[in-house]
T-cell receptor, first 116, second 112 residues
Framework: EAQVTQNPRYLITVTGKKLTVTCSQN?????MSWYRQDPGLGLRQIYY???????DKGDVPEGYKVSRKEKRNFPLILESPSPNQTSLYFC???????????????FGQGTRLTVV | DAKTTQPNSMESNEEEPVHLPCNHS???????IHWYRQLPSQGPEYVIH???SNVNNRMASLAIAEDRKSSTLILHRATLRDAAVYYC?????????????FGQGTELSVKP
């Protein structure tokens, strides 16, 4: 079954304690991205990756890091989490290439992060 | 970023058709029109997309205006499971690698 898997689904942590949210896809997709969803602000892109070792900032990258060492994995790293990073996070993947815009994106089930 | 405008909310009765409108007057020639929906407590889910012609799939139909400045997502027979937030999105290859720009969406409620 084609899927994007995020872990953990729920996480409560304290300010400043480094954490990683994992994202894995089984569709051999080149393009992966991270979004955060906040009430009233909708879904906003944090970082994206066009392929292995190619990453770039989205609209709200401050306080986050990513890496893309393997095609299937795209972890989101919060080196020093703060309360304003409390949010619902989604990972997404899709194909890229000439027909890139003509394909669908697959989203994970989300990670609800609370930073106290 | 090319923007879309959707009504904040709509209501429908079960087993009746639903027409969800979207305006995108600043659409460019390379923008694909995508629709996603988000059910409660879940990640966004692809519904349908198109460029110029009307499109049909097992979930819905997409009607695109001739000038491409608006589109309508059609659910032919709404079910309770179709209650979700529906997002109309323009996907542009030249904008950050084709990111999906989510607006506020339309919250669809379905009454039995």
């Amino acid at each position: 079954e084609a899927q994007v898997t995020q872990n953990p689904r729920y996480l409560i942590t304290v300010t400043g304690k480094k954490l990683t949210v994992t994202c894995s896809q089984n569709m051999n997709h080149e393009y992966m991205s991270w979004y955060r969803q906040d009430p009233g602000l909708g879904l906003r892109q944090i970082y994206y990756s066009m392929n292995v070792e190619v990453t770039d900032k989205g609209d709200v990258p401050e306080g986050y890091k990513v890496s893309r060492k393997e095609k299937r994995n795209f972890p989101l790293i919060l080196e020093s989490p703060s309360p304003n990073q409390t949010s619902l996070y989604f990972c997404a993947s899709s194909l890229r290439g000439a027909s890139f815009m003509n394909t669908e994106a697959f989203f994970g089930q989300g990670t609800r992060l609370t930073v106290v | 970023d090319a923007k879309t405008t959707q009504p904040n909310s709509m209501e429908s009765n079960e087993e009746e058709p639903v027409h969800l409108p979207c305006n995108h007057s600043t659409i460019s020639g390379t923008d694909y029109i995508h629709w996603y929906r988000q059910l409660p407590s879940q990640g966004p889910e692809y519904v349908i997309h198109g460029l110029t012609s009307n499109v049909n799939n097992r979930m819905a139909s997409l009607a695109i205006a001739e000038d491409r400045k608006s589109s309508t997502l059609i659910l032919h027979r709404a079910t309770l499971r179709d209650a979700a937030v529906y997002y109309c999105i323009l996907r542009d290859l030249y904008n950050q690698g084709g990111k999906l720009i989510f607006g506020q969406g339309t919250e669809l409620s379905v009454k039995p």
